[in-house]
């Protein structure tokens, strides 16, 4: 069955190592995913490799760039995992130092770098200004010129005194997920959620150096050094940061000579939604998310019938052997017409084949042959659109449909909906007996069903 780009089985825990700078220091980063092209994202600052999965957001994102590209993320020198260089805080230069290690670690030419944020986004910009050879593309995700406002730029919200008042304060509460809390407050409603962000905080930084970073980021000014990027950019804009506008995005795309720039607001690009605009940023990365990461296929539940009882007369050791045997059966008479077997249910089956008349032919030999075992089975089965998850499973709202018929079969029979039948149309193996409209749990409206035999 094909693989669905957008969501393949990337390697999701990732792998740590260390690049050596140019002056000494070991810089941590990370990989996932192992598809062209090389993915460079540089994060806003709360956040390291080491933190890339403690939220199933989190996680969900890496996965989705992973499935794309081989992406790769870094501790820039004074955070996380990476060595400490003193005087702490941000230094743009140090920071492209620290991208360039990387960057010949892995042995990269071409890179799709991404900058998110304030520093992110600064590092992205100035990387790509001093070594345009190593960048093929450039995405600015909620960038800015300047995080501050000065004599001739007034769009920035806050002024630099402001700036170092709010920092100066989030150095006496830092570790309790306020910098969340204040600037991204829409992913803030969750108490759970700001307790782990507090963690966060506590694994990029103690508080001197979260205070001498958000000093440093006042100085920050990209409004000459965006005229000189010569690599083809993006610009894009999700409003996630509170402290970055559309107008500070939009004056960063007229600053950088022909940048595209992709305007989302709402989207939460941690949290991301499939969504054409986010089709946009993963187009432009190298891959494309599939518009509907699905196939269609025939589902079989199969469930013993009585089982509860039937283990309680027979005793455990004796139960336990006969779901063993019951596994191997299944399986064998799956695999024999192409299918395969999705997950095993306690005392059932949840199969998946290509083609239903293979599916039918699995379930009348199961549903009989079962009888061998001293046990009676019941099957169900149903046509539509399934979507693969990574682990193996499917989901979607055939599977309840198909266990619902499955629900409305007695013991030895194999219902089947209407779309198996359908599918099948003038099947002469088989003969259908309508057993007339059912309400299924869960599913709208009545549904005709068909108990199946063979001919």
């Known amino acids: 069955m094909p693989a669905l780009s957008w969501w393949d089985d990337a390697r999701v825990a990732g ?9 000494g220091l070991q810089i941590a980063y990370r990989e996932w995913g192992d598809k062209d092209p090389v993915h460079v994202f540089l994060s806003e600052f709360g956040a390291t490799v080491d933190t890339r999965d403690m939220h199933p957001g989190h996680i969900r994102f890496w996965r989705q760039l992973a499935g794309i590209s081989r992406v ?3 501790d820039r020198r004074g955070t996380g995992t990476s060595d400490v260089a003193c005087p702490q805080g941000f230094d ?6 620290d991208v360039l290690a990387v960057v010949d670690e892995i042995g990269a030419e071409g890179v799709v770098l991404t900058g998110e944020g304030v520093s992110g986004g600064a590092a ?3 990387f790509a200004v ?3 050879a190593r960048v093929a593309r450039m995405a600015v995700v909620n960038g800015t010129a300047s995080v501050v406002r ?7 919200l806050f002024s630099a005194e402001e700036v170092i008042a709010m920092t100066d304060h989030f150095s006496t509460v830092w570790g309790q997920g306020q910098l969340l809390a204040t600037f991204a407050p829409q992913l803030a409603s969750d108490a759970s959620f700001m307790d782990l962000c507090g963690r966060i905080e506590r694994f990029v930084c103690g508080p001197s150096a979260a205070r001498l970073y958000g000093h440093a980021v006042v100085d920050l000014d990209l409004r000459d050094l965006a005229a000189e990027v010569t690599v083809p950019t993006l610009v894009y804009f999700t409003g996630d940061l509170a402290h970055v506008t559309i107008e500070q995005s939009r004056d960063l795309a007229d600053r950088i000579p022909n940048a595209s720039l992709v305007e989302a607001p709402g989207r939460l690009f941690y949290v991301p939604d499939k969504t054409p605009q986010l089709d946009d940023f993963a187009e432009f990365v190298g891959g494309r998310i599939d518009p509907d990461p699905s196939i269609e296929a025939c589902l079989m539940f199969i469930d013993v019938v009585g089982s509860t009882d039937h283990a309680h007369s027979i005793g455990d050791a004796h139960w336990l052997q006969v779901l063993d045997d019951l596994d191997a059966f299944v399986e064998r008479e799956v695999a024999s017409r192409g299918g395969r077997v999705v997950k095993q249910t306690g005392d059932g089956h949840l199969a998946m084949f290509e083609l239903s008349s293979d599916a039918l032919d699995a379930a009348t030999i199961i549903t009989r042959g079962v009888s061998a075992l001293g046990i009676e089975a019941r099957a169900g089965l149903h046509l539509g659109h399934v979507r693969l998850r990574s ?3 499917i989901g979607g709202m055939t599977v309840h449909f198909a266990a619902r018929v499955m629900n409305a079969a007695g013991p030895r029979e194999l219902y089947v909906s209407e779309r198996v039948v359908e599918d099948l149309g003038a099947e002469p193996a088989f003969v259908f007996d309508d057993r007339g409209e059912h ?17």
């Open 15 to 23: 792998r740590t190592s260390y690049a050596r700078t140019s002056d």
């Open 72 to 74: 790769v993320s870094l």
């Open 92 to 97: 743009l230069s140090d920071h492209v130092t």
């Open 124 to 126: 992205a910009i100035a």
């Open 130 to 132: 001093a070594h345009p």
């Open 150 to 156: 000065r004599d001739d730029y007034e769009l920035a």
């Open 391 to 393: 682990n193996g499973d």
């Open 439 to 455: 309400v299924l749990k869960g599913i709208h409206g009545p549904h005709r069903l068909f108990a199946v035999s063979a001919d």
